[in-house]
């Protein structure tokens, strides 16, 4: 494995959609909770190496809307899962200084799992060398109808108006309205489509298509896709260079990061995306 050269163009924000856990198992004579037994795994070595290459921002497609359709044995076996890497991994995210974050919605998981992953981001608030954002009971387009929902409601209520409706409305009512949108999509397993994964925020995101099953997802084939990346133009629908734009988009003086916002105890966090 080799490091990144000097003066690499890295991803801010890397999203990765983590395919071929059953897949794996199965081409193995496995069951398939092996798969995502060996995949949570690779949760931890690829966070912890994104921490090493100073990326700020990592999020993982942990579990769909649509995943509550598999096997109720399945789907009881990734909750417990969830539960147990909530509960073993505080010590590593603490030596890190990485925080965790969520999108989606933990209502409709398990009392026990719900609590785990609320200790943890308790846990983990104050760091701030990366955020690493777990997408759970997520899907892109219930985010946008829920965001449309609350444009509604301020609109109805007069707190907003119609005219006013741009962007950046859309984007602070987004489960993602505390992050900056992915730089990088990574999917694994061959597969080449998004998946209801981040629809609003991968408007100009780059792609990476591996063939490689996500339990056997390597620190070089987070590498590779980083170099893939870096050797990209991102003109993001205009002429200038992807550095030029970059540096607008990314570096500007009135960039917002995650960590620079200071909580108190009037903060009503019911209002958007916990900012973990």
Known sequence: MSILPAGTNKPRHIAIIMDGNGR????????????????????????????????PYLTLYSFSVQNWNRPAAEVTGLMQLLHDYCMQEGETLMRHNIRLNTIGGLDRLPEATRIAISNLIDQTAGNRAMTLTLALDYGGREEIIAAMRRLAVDVKTKRLSP????????????????????????RTSGEQRVSNFLLWQIAYAEFHFTKTRWPDFTKDDLLKAIDDYSHRERRFGGLESTSATAA???????????????????????KGPRPC
């Open 24 to 55: 794996w198992a199965v081409e193995k004579g496995l069951n398939r909770l092996e798969g995502h037994i060996r995949g949570a795994q690779v949760v931890r070595e690829i966070s912890t190496f994104a921490r090493e290459l100073n990326i």
């Open 163 to 186: 005219e006013a409706i741009d962007e950046s409305a859309i984007n602070s009512r987004l489960d993602t309205a505390l992050l900056p949108d992915p730089d990088l999509v990574i």
């Open 248 to 270: 607008t988009l990314h570096d500007s003086d009135d960039a917002f990061v995650l960590g620079d916002l200071p909580l108190t105890d009037d903060d009503d966090l019911d």
